[in-house]
Structures are given as C-alpha cells and as structure tokens.
C-alpha cells in the first residue's frame, strides 16, 4: 500500500513564506513525475508545479519566480518552496505522484494541505 502525505500547511500573512512536504511510503520500486496541485473553493484543481525522475521542472505561469519544487529522491519526498505568498494563493494544496510498485504503476494523490494567505 503506497500512502502520501502531505505537511506544512498553514496560516501567513501576504508577503510570507511556507513549505510543504508530502512523503511517500510503502513497497516502492520508484517514483516518476512528482506533482503539486492547488484547489481553490468552488474551483478546479489546478497543477502548480511538476519534478520530473531527473529533476526538469514546471510551473504554472502564476507561481512562477515565487514558488519552488524539489524532490529529494532518497527520502521519496518532494516540496514545495512558496515565497512572496498572496490572498489568492489560498487553496488546499495537494501532492500527486506516479509510483511503481512490483505489481504496477499509477497515480497517487495525498490527503491535501490547507493555506490560508490573509491580505
């Protein structure tokens, strides 16, 4: 059974800081692409930024030059570096991840972490 969970959710003021972890655990053979993904309410969920196996990144155009994501690959774990936060920010936050085990491959998702950026 592979699990994901996510940590570092939070209250701060615009202008501020936050960093997320989601780890993965379980019987892994290895992880792919590892994902962040925000969802405002009354809203789709969007991808922020995505880690490829070998480290080549994405960002949404929004979170570009604010927002940073790394893995760190020996502890199955990736983050999600979010500076110069504002309001519209706020959304639970949620790690999505392709991970293989002995028997298959598929996409994962964590539980989901709120940030809550007040003006």
């Known amino acids: 059974q592979v699990q994901l969970v996510e940590s570092g959710g939070g209250l701060v003021q615009a202008g501020g800081s936050l960093r997320l972890s989601c780890a993965a655990s379980?019987?892994?053979?290895?992880?792919?692409?590892m994902n962040w993904y925000y969802q405002a309410p009354g809203k789709q969920r969007e991808l922020v930024a995505s880690?490829?196996?070998?480290?080549?990144?994405n960002y949404a155009d929004s979170v570009k030059g604010r927002f940073t994501i790394s893995r760190d690959n020996a502890r199955n774990t990736v983050y999600l570096q979010m500076n110069s936060l504002k309001p519209e920010d706020t959304a639970v936050y949620f790690c999505n991840a392709a991970i293989s085990t002995s028997f298959t491959l598929r996409d994962y998702w964590g539980q989901g972490t709120q940030v809550t950026v007040s003006s």
């Open positions: 880690i490829s196996s070998g480290g080549s990144t």
């Open positions: 379980g019987s892994i053979t290895s992880i792919h692409y």
